[in-house]
């Protein structure tokens, strides 16, 4: 069966490092990869897209990687602020259904 | 344009009452999408739309759950009868549908549903 997977446990990370996040997935070929931030009692809000063939994408402080032979992106946050502090999801898109799956969240708190 | 609208916020209800769940997407947005979160199962797709017509609904968990968008700018997420379970957020989402795929989905601010 289709697997997203991200860490479970909160990251907690000192003001001005980096963050990472990764998200893995098995039996799935996604055209598209979507990162989105939540914070408590709001909806997801849209980041970063990254396709199939590209590795590498960089928007401010933000950048994803892309590696579809090792199934996996990975989320960065430089230069971390406590504003950064939320829920990040990826989100998988397979080819022309427009359809999103995503992972359950990984959690950041950025200590100041 | 305001965003995604879905009301009410909040929902207490007891088992076995109809609850209906209510969204008006983004104007000109061609998608809309209804999912559920939940802390165990995390953000889970019900199912969309497409030009006011359902296209996949295989996510609705049975049939107390039923989807309606009879017009572009209106739909709603009912569920009858309610139970315990179904407690959870309810999100919507509208995407432009650029025909090319990844569209950024626009999500409203949710409904907290809790079923006693």
């Known amino acids: 069966s289709q697997k997203i997977e991200q860490n479970s446990e909160a990251l907690n990370i000192q003001e001005g490092k980096t963050a990472t996040l990764t998200c893995n997935y098995t039996?799935?070929?996604?055209?598209?990869l979507q990162w989105y931030r939540q914070d408590p009692g709001r909806g997801p809000v849209f980041l970063l897209l990254i396709r199939e063939n590209e590795k590498e994408k960089r928007k401010e402080r933000l950048k994803v990687t892309f590696d579809t032979t090792l199934k996996q992106s990975l989320f960065h946050i430089t230069a971390s602020q406590p504003a950064d502090s939320a829920t990040y999801l990826c989100?998988?898109?397979?080819?022309?259904?427009?359809?999103?799956?995503f992972g359950k969240g990984n959690q950041v708190v950025v200590i100041p | 344009d305001a965003g995604v609208i879905q009301s009410p916020r909040h929902e207490v209800t007891e088992m076995g009452q109809e609850v209906t769940l209510r969204c008006k997407p983004i104007?000109?947005?061609?998608?809309l999408f209804w999912y559920r979160q939940t802390m165990m199962r995390g953000l889970e797709l019900l199912i969309y739309?497409?030009?006011?017509?359902?296209?996949?609904d295989s996510g609705m968990p049975e049939d107390r759950f039923s989807a309606k968008m009879p017009n572009a700018s209106f739909s709603t997420l009912k569920i009858q009868p309610s139970e315990p379970r179904d407690s959870a957020v309810y999100f919507c989402?509208?995407?432009?549908?650029?025909?090319?795929?990844?569209?950024?989905?626009?999500f409203g601010p949710g409904t907290r549903l809790t079923v006693l």
């Open positions: 989402a509208s995407s432009l549908g650029s025909g090319g795929g990844g569209d950024t989905q626009y």
């Open positions: 039996n799935y070929s996604p055209a598209y």
């Open positions: 989100a998988l898109e397979g080819y022309g259904n427009n359809r999103l799956a």
């Open positions: 739309f497409n030009n006011n017509v359902p296209i996949d």
């Open positions: 104007s000109g947005h061609d998608y």
